[in-house]
């Protein structure tokens, strides 16, 4: 009972309200309930605070900002479901129409940050880009390597700006991104925001420590991302420990090469991968091969390599 009552009482206050109209489209940050509702962040944190007491909201840090969600528990759809039906009953609201376009500022503020960061970084992603086979035949393998089934929980471990949710979010029931750069993911809100993809999660964590507990996922990519992991079998090994019993986990990234500029400019710790290498760490993680394809069509060669948490399914090496 009294669980029951510190959430009405939690639900028993206009702004309170407001916040969770505006957290069922999209998570934000404090600043930015504070942007769109028109008032201070502290008082804004305190209502965040009573809805997160009553399990109706969820916190994060990112950096030097604190993101909040809707909650996650069991009587959630229930609860929303009654207050869509009072809202109904209840006729327009004037708020709503204002905070619906607050929201759209927040959205296009998010879109122009990303637009000036890419304007910035341009030059240093284009010249990693003409080395290898165009990203869209590297996206079309990938998609073609996974095929359209439906999948539970999708993770995309180093996020960067989102991409990998752009393309595999709509395939999964729940999909979440995680990327130590805060930068980034403020990156990848703003596209995914632009694609309608709004409720893919997206976590501050790092690659060896996923906020997913074991077993959790059916499907994790790594997307040119290891090739900056000092460990990449320890990454591995973290990756296959969030996934069930028949989860997948794809990799895209080089083969081995000799562009020492991509050490020393772009921060690359591994100049590519072997078929040995990543068999041996898959092996170690206790993953069974499935799948190797090979992308030539530049000075640097795209593999991918898929693999399954059990079973006994034989690779297939296949050259594009």
Same mark, same amino acid.
């Given at each position: 009972?009294?669980?029951?009552?510190?959430?009405?009482?939690? +639900?028993?206050?206009?702004?309170?309200?407001?916040?969770?109209?505006?957290?069922?489209?999209? #998570? +934000?940050?404090?600043?930015?309930?504070?942007?769109?509702?028109? $008032?201070?962040q502290p008082r804004v944190s305190?209502?965040? *605070?009573?809805?997160?007491?009553?399990?109706?909201?969820?916190r994060r840090k990112e950096g030097s900002w604190v993101f909040v969600a809707m909650g996650a528990g069991a009587a959630m759809p229930a609860l929303l479901a009654a207050v869509d039906a009072v809202w109904e009953a209840s006729g327009s609201d004037h708020w709503a129409v204002a905070d619906t376009a607050r929201l759209a500022a927040v959205r296009a503020d998010r879109a122009a940050s990303a637009a000036e960061w890419f304007e910035a970084n341009a030059g240093s992603w284009d010249a990693?880009?003409?080395?290898?086979?165009?990203?869209?035949?590297?996206?079309?393998?990938?998609?073609?390597v996974l095929g359209g089934e439906r999948v539970g929980q999708l993770i995309d471990i180093g996020t960067g700006t989102g991409r990998m949710l752009e393309l595999f979010a709509p395939q999964a029931e729940r999909a979440l991104g995680v990327d130590r750069s805060s930068e980034m993911l403020r990156l990848a809100r703003a596209k995914l925001a632009e694609?309608?993809?709004?409720?893919?999660?997206?976590?501050?964590?790092?690659?060896y420590a996923l906020p997913l507990a074991d077993g959790a996922?059916?499907?994790?990519i790594l997307h040119h991302v290891l090739h900056f992991a000092q460990q990449p079998g320890a990454a591995i090994t973290e990756a296959a420990r969030v996934l069930g019993v028949g989860g997948r986990l794809?990799?895209?990234?080089?083969?081995?090469? #000799?562009?020492?500029?991509?050490? @020393?400019?772009?921060?690359?710790?591994? +100049?590519?991968?072997?078929?040995? $290498?990543?068999?041996?760490?898959?092996?170690?993680?206790?993953?069974?091969?499935?799948?190797?394809? @090979? !992308?030539?069509?530049?000075? +640097?060669?795209? *593999?991918?390599? !898929?693999?399954?948490?059990?079973?006994d399914a034989k690779l297939e090496v296949k050259a594009a």
């Amino acid at each position: 009972m009294s669980g029951a009552v510190e959430i009405f009482q939690a +639900l028993a206050d206009p702004t309170r309200l407001r916040i969770v109209a505006l957290l069922r489209a999209m #998570e +934000l940050s404090v600043g930015e309930l504070a942007q769109v509702l028109g $008032q201070s962040q502290p008082r804004v944190s305190r209502h965040v *605070k009573i809805l997160c007491d009553a399990g109706l909201a969820r916190r994060r840090k990112e950096g030097s900002w604190v993101f909040v969600a809707m909650g996650a528990g069991a009587a959630m759809p229930a609860l929303l479901a009654a207050v869509d039906a009072v809202w109904e009953a209840s006729g327009s609201d004037h708020w709503a129409v204002a905070d619906t376009a607050r929201l759209a500022a927040v959205r296009a503020d998010r879109a122009a940050s990303a637009a000036e960061w890419f304007e910035a970084n341009a030059g240093s992603w284009d010249a990693i880009r003409s080395l290898h086979v165009a990203d869209s035949a590297v996206e079309g393998a990938m998609a073609q390597v996974l095929g359209g089934e439906r999948v539970g929980q999708l993770i995309d471990i180093g996020t960067g700006t989102g991409r990998m949710l752009e393309l595999f979010a709509p395939q999964a029931e729940r999909a979440l991104g995680v990327d130590r750069s805060s930068e980034m993911l403020r990156l990848a809100r703003a596209k995914l925001a632009e694609q309608g993809l709004d409720r893919a999660e997206l976590r501050q964590a790092d690659l060896y420590a996923l906020p997913l507990a074991d077993g959790a996922a059916d499907l994790a990519i790594l997307h040119h991302v290891l090739h900056f992991a000092q460990q990449p079998g320890a990454a591995i090994t973290e990756a296959a420990r969030v996934l069930g019993v028949g989860g997948r986990l794809l990799i895209a990234d080089f083969a081995p090469h #000799e562009r020492e500029e991509l050490r @020393t400019r772009d921060n690359h710790a591994r +100049l590519g991968f072997s078929d040995d $290498q990543m068999l041996g760490w898959f092996a170690a993680a206790g993953l069974s091969p499935v799948r190797t394809e @090979t !992308l030539e069509g530049g000075e +640097l060669t795209v *593999k991918l390599w !898929l693999a399954r948490r059990t079973g006994d399914a034989k690779l297939e090496v296949k050259a594009a």
